[in-house]
């Protein structure tokens, strides 16, 4: 049944392959037309359910094959970029801006308009061959600035005592509730995610527009900028409306002798994607290709099946049914997480590493892959990151509130029978004895040499080496793989490109990509309905 089930799918995937073409073949020109791609906010990583409330717009995977296929694609004459609000953090805005760079590289033109500019999008916008603004718009290009909120005063006003216990001088989650300013640690750690961050930002401006280093710090200091200033400093090309955008692509476009009377074709993303970029081609009947998942594990890990965040239970059997499918050669982890339970990570961390006794996993890094989100992807075989990317911070936090003076000022008194010596250990209306400390503090160094064993065994080196760049420490991606916490530098498409590799697939050989998990239809309403359910409690990694 297995293999006449195969069958009807295959069957079923050409037939709707034949219907999309039927439907959508008038919406892609032969030859000698533009390709746009609007971003209208953050970049998703997964395709939405499919109802009004679900994220707008393609997700970065389709974004970036749109981008790869236009860039090889001779009947395309350039792409539209048009940036309505900043699609993400630093590690998907180094991602697309690779992308950008490299449809530049191949030839093309690349137009960049937006009403306005800020940092994080004009670093992508000066990839591209023309950066324009309307006449009314601005740039609002005015440097990097990273900050925290620290609430220990209100919480002492209220009463309110935060009892928090770390292993690792450098992790400061608990700092929030326990300081009145940044720790010279985390400042030390700040300020080098900042000076690397900075320093991209310098690299990718001065080479989009063809600046000094020096030339683009200055214009940074100068900033703000009305539209017309930033085309006078060289930062823009052109002050236009909308409605004038296609007269300005029918002058960019290169001649063709095909091309008959006046206008533009442009064709969006989406289409492109359906009938070019994301389209396979037929699917063999009696076999099938070769099929690669992409998994994406979004948000604070928990134990359960959560539907908000990683729900470490549903990634684990997800992650165990891909390895027992045959069919799937190999598995791209997509990690934008920055941590949680500690017990569910390293759940999750045993689900990869099993994965790779039996075919290959690529980890990639998005925005944050730091604590539990770096715990897991230390069992992949290779690691990927943008330079941006938030990652290492291994180390481990606990600890409770204690609302004892909060409960005195309201009026509020709690009486409690125990057994046991530590049975008030959890306890919110009293603080930690000093027994109740010192074996809170040994759960947590148990924690935390458990975590640097892991790293070890997956990175290939020894305990006392990780624990030189442990301690909770955060780093970039391009620091991280100084350290050895990292394997290479890149994105989504470079780790599909080394699963590919690690599968022993042809270059030329045709598989398919599968997005995991599926979501469901409705799963938003299942949100709002209060359906989401939480993990347990437990340490933070």
Known sequence: ????????????????????????????????????????????????????????????????????????????????????????????????????????????????????????????????????????????????????????????????????????????????????????????????????????????????????????????????????AALEAGLVDGCLYPDELEDALAALAPPRPERSGPGVRVVDAATYFALRAGDTGWRPVLGDLPRLAYVVASGGITRGDGWRGIGGDALRSLLDRLRRDDGIRGIVLRIDSPGGD?????????????????????????????????????????????????TGSIGVVGGKVNLEGLYRRIGVSKEAVERGARAGLLAEDRGFTPDERAALRGELESVYDTFLRRVADGRAMTREAVEKVAQGRVWSGARAQGVGLVDALGGPLEALREVRRLAGLRDDERALVESHPRVPRFAGLRDLAGGARAGGGGLLA
């Open 1 to 228: 049944m297995s293999g006449l089930a195969g069958i009807a799918r295959r069957l079923a995937a050409n037939g709707a392959r034949a219907a999309r073409r039927g439907i959508l073949r008038g919406a892609l020109p032969v030859s000698g037309f533009w390709v746009a791609l609007r971003l209208g906010g953050s970049v998703p990583e997964l395709r939405g359910p499919g109802w009004p409330m679900a994220a707008a717009g393609p997700p970065l995977l389709d974004l970036l094959r749109v981008l790869e296929q236009a860039a090889r694609d001779p009947h395309v004459d350039g792409v539209l970029l048009r940036i309505d609000r900043a699609p993400g953090g630093w590690s998907r805005l180094q991602t697309l801006r690779r992308a950008v760079a490299a449809v530049r590289a191949a030839g093309k033109t690349v137009v960049a308009w937006a009403p306005s500019l800020g940092v994080g999008d004009y670093y992508l916008a000066s990839a591209a061959s023309r950066v324009l603004l309307p006449e009314s718009g601005s740039l609002h290009l005015v440097g990097l600035r990273a900050e925290g909120w620290f609430v220990r005063g209100l919480l002492e006003h209220a009463g309110v005592v935060p009892e928090v216990l770390r292993v690792g001088a450098y992790k400061s989650a608990g700092e929030t509730f326990t300081r009145d300013g940044m720790s010279p640690e985390a400042r030390e750690q700040m300020e080098a995610l900042v000076d690397d961050l900075w320093e991209e930002l310098l690299r990718g401006i001065g080479e989009g527009r063809g600046l000094a280093r020096a030339a683009v710090r200055d214009r940074i200091d100068g900033g703000l900028y009305p539209a017309r």
């Open 342 to 390: 500690g017990l569910a990570s390293d759940l999750v961390w045993r689900a990869v590493h099993r994965t790779t006794w039996d075919k290959p996993v690529v980890a990639s890094m998005a925005d944050v892959a730091a604590s539990g989100g770096y715990y897991v992807a230390a069992a992949a075989d290779v690691v990927l990151a943008e330079a941006g990317t938030m």
